[in-house]
């Protein structure tokens, strides 16, 4: 590999204001170029890691609007204008790590930019109806934009060097709207690969989510309402009190938790519920290398994550009879750890590191 010591580097992530599957992308990419400054619309301090907080962080005038800390999503009409401000004259490399406006980003004339793609600007494009339903302020006032905002993200993908996926469905995206091809590198999901648990499975299950329509919690909370079986919801969001308010008896919810903890019962649980539609989804691949199952959708990235019938069981509609039946099957399936093991070997940070220096050095013609 060859030496890319001297290189000034600007990495560049929508916003910082949690710990989630992006910004674990993020510390890897980081990792690669520890002297990099990093540009972001908005930063909550403390909301990320040591790892991130300690780099030098540039913010958008986005950062310095009121509300920002719970309400930034309701600045989204300003993104496009924010990213582009940013100034990256003096920069031999750009790296974005984008799911909304990062990859829009100007670049010098001859610098390279290579970008992760997360998603493509969910907002607009696949999930538009999920986040801005048609009632309400968002459902009047967003519509205005909507259209120039899809225009501005097809604008700006020739600024774009190097195109990365993070599955081969968000690959698929970025053909459809962006007509461009892209790698595919899976997200780096585990630092290490310790050995999966032996223990026996207790008689509960888990969630391990954002609360927030997309993820459909609601449908796993009328199928474990129905059923009966224990259910512990880990997360926060916007949703908590709606889905708090419709849970059933058997339902706990435990809010935000330290990752020892759910790791913890990740190792204890019968399996993990992952209802929702998602691009890749970490939070599978964490649990699958504690040895715990996935019943979750069987569409998009859970396709690339889970082995059917080997690390977890799909249902394929999003009804709750669907999820029922997929409980059903999964609590008559024996699993084996050499199963896990094999599969959860695919997703560590060093062959996420080690794929996307290639793609850097490509851009930089090495």
């Known amino acids: 590999m060859p030496e890319l010591t001297g290189l000034r580097v600007a990495v560049i992530h929508d916003w910082l204001t949690g710990m989630r599957g992006g910004e674990k992308v993020l510390e890897a990419i980081l990792d690669l170029y520890p002297a990099a400054d990093l540009f972001t619309l908005i930063h909550n301090p403390g909301s990320v890691s040591a790892q991130i907080e300690d780099r030098r962080i540039f913010t958008s005038f986005v950062d310095s609007l009121p509300f920002k800390k719970k309400f930034y999503r309701h600045y989204l009409p300003l993104f496009p204008t924010a990213i ?18 990062a990859r829009g980003i100007i670049p010098g004339p001859t610098t390279p930019h290579v970008c992760f793609v997360h998603s493509p600007m969910r907002y607009v494009w696949d999930m538009y109806t999920e986040y801005f339903p048609s009632t309400g302020l968002k459902g009047f006032a967003i519509p205005f934009f909507a259209n120039y905002l899809r225009m501005w993200d097809v604008s700006v993908t020739p600024r774009v060097d190097r195109y990365v996926a993070n599955s081969r469905f968000v690959a698929q995206r970025i053909k459809r709207y962006y007509g461009r091809e892209a790698t595919v590198i899976h997200p780096p999901c585990l630092t290490t690969l310790s050995p999966i648990p032996t223990s026996s499975r207790e008689d509960f299950y888990v969630i391990v989510s954002a609360l927030v329509p997309y993820k459909r919690i609601d449908l796993a909370l009328s199928a474990f309402k129905e059923n009966g079986k224990q259910l512990i919801v880990c997360g926060s969001g916007p949703e908590e009190k709606k889905l ?39 939070v599978p691949v964490e649990a699958q290398a504690q040895g715990c199952p996935v019943i979750g959708l069987g569409k998009g ?31 008559a399936t024996s699993y084996r750890e050499k199963d896990f093991q094999n599969q959860v070997r695919r997703f560590t940070v060093d062959r996420f590191k080690q794929a996307f220096q290639k793609e850097i050095e490509q851009a930089l013609n090495l």
């Open 301 to 331: 990235g859970l396709l690339e994550t889970v082995v059917e019938g080997k690390t977890g069981t799909f249902f394929r509609e999003q009804t709750v009879p669907a999820v029922q039946e997929a409980i059903r099957k999964h609590e």
């Open 244 to 282: 708090r308010r419709m849970a059933g008896k058997h339902t706990t919810f435990r809010g935000s938790l330290p990752w020892n903890e759910i790791e913890d019962l990740l190792r204890r649980s019968r399996g993990l519920i992952f209802p929702g539609l998602e691009d890749f989804g970490i």
């Open 84 to 101: 582009e401000r940013f100034d990256l004259k003096g920069y031999d490399l750009v790296l974005s790590s984008s799911h909304c406006v």
